[in-house]
């Protein structure tokens, strides 16, 4: 049997690797690598180079060129403290294989290196759970390129040597795997659904967003309390419910995982019950980060994972995020106050345009416009609670 385990047991230095062809540009190609040396950073790896190719279609031996193969291969021979190669897609068993034949050193893609990241973050029973079975279902299909090496050249009677009954074995050993964690996390699935709906008439709001946009130091800040938050991707991968009180207005508030672009479809797949939280939610917090260069595509990424969700149709706060670091990265020392002010007016009326006037620039670290944060949070609330129960007031006070 092969057991996944960590990626990097140490700082190991990386080459990444992305491909420019019909499904993305250039432009987003390099946003992406960019993307990808944070999660190598967070996983404890350091990109000392990027290398791109253009190509109609990725090849299907090695991804990329044999040009640009030999390329990385004598980049890799003259640094000489290079491990591990990162490719930004997706890779067949076949393709690791024949590429590491090649450069000589660890190949991963981006799947594995964000379930790599995931497994380390995992804390509980759930999250373990979820990410062992994305970890075996990633598995399972590149079993054949992980043992290419014991399978015996030609063809016909008598090629059927050790590699493939090896092939065989570990193919059912993976798949009865799938099945044991998938009735495990069935188990722990309906124990989560029994507490949710223990949690009585509560109006539920929920944090969502892409990665490292600030939501649980934003969950700290609403319900004062100490949950898990860190400048990397992914700190969070348990949600958190905590019972907030505003002015005498309980809810409940939970932290979700955040998403990001390329994310696994099995991780997806196995994450979709944790993000039942965000399903049964009655208002949607959805923060963003302002100060981030493709802070629009990264809305784009969470709106479309919510279609997926079939949440798209629920209350949406947005909660721009981090408006400090974007007045300060945005505008020059030089410029007039009053013309930043100007701006920053135009860049506020087009969003509250465009969200319906159901948005607030904040800055949760910089504790600014936080009051009117929960102001704006508690008239939704309240609003929900008289819609909900008309005759009931113990649940909140009438102001």
């Known amino acids: 049997m092969i057991e996944k385990k960590n990626i990097f047991l140490e700082q190991e230095n990386a080459v990444l690797v992305g491909l420019v062809y019909a499904l993305q540009t250039e432009h987003q190609l390099k946003e992406y690598l960019d993307e990808l040396a944070f999660l190598a950073e967070t996983a404890g790896a350091k990109a000392v180079r990027k290398f791109y190719q253009k190509l109609p279609h990725p090849d299907t031996r090695t991804f990329i060129g044999k040009g640009k ?43 594995d290196l964000i379930l790599d990241i995931f497994a380390g973050r995992a804390k509980t029973a759930q999250a373990k759970t979820q990410v062992e079975l994305a970890q075996y279902q990633y598995l399972l299909p590149r079993l054949r390129g992980m043992w290419k090496h014991l399978e015996r050249l030609g063809g016909g009677i008598g090629t059927r040597g050790p ?47 892409y990665t490292n946009v600030g939501k649980s130091t934003i969950m700290n800040v609403l319900s004062k309390s ?11 991968l348990d949600t958190t419910t905590r019972k907030v009180v505003l002015e005498n207005t309980p809810f409940l508030l939970s932290d979700t995982v955040g998403f990001i672009r390329k994310l696994p479809h099995h991780l997806v797949e196995s994450f979709k019950s944790t993000l039942d939280e ?11 980060d302002i100060s981030h260069p493709q802070y629009e595509d990264q809305m784009k990424v969470v709106n479309k994972t919510l279609l997926e969700l079939g949440c798209h149709e629920k209350p949406v706060i947005t909660v721009f995020n981090k408006m400090d670091l974007y007045v300060k990265n945005t505008f020059d020392e030089w410029l007039e106050e009053a013309a930043k002010l100007q701006l920053l007016a135009e860049m506020k009326q087009r969003w509250l345009n ?21 102001k704006f949070l508690l008239e939704k609330i309240r609003e929900l609670y008289k819609i909900r129960y008309p005759y009931k007031t113990d649940f909140f006070q009438v102001p």
């Open 69 to 111: 193969l030999e390329e990385i291969k004598r980049y890799i021979e003259h640094h000489g403290n290079i491990q591990v190669a990162i490719f930004d897609d997706e890779l067949t068993g076949a393709q690791i294989s024949n590429i590491e034949k090649v450069l000589g050193i660890k190949v991963i893609d981006r799947s």
């Open 163 to 209: 590699g493939e009954t090896e092939i065989e074995t570990d193919r059912r050993i993976v798949r009865d795997k799938i099945s044991l964690l998938r009735k495990r996390l069935a188990e722990i699935d309906k124990q989560a659904s029994t507490q949710r709906k223990d949690r009585g008439e509560f109006i539920r709001v929920t944090l969502v967003g």
């Open 226 to 236: 100490e949950v898990f938050a860190e400048n990397k991707l992914f700190a969070t």
């Open 278 to 288: 965000v399903k049964e939610s009655d208002i949607l917090l959805h923060v963003v």
């Open 354 to 374: 465009d969200t319906g006037g159901n948005c607030i620039f904040i800055s949760a670290t910089g504790k600014q416009n936080i009051d009117e944060l929960r």
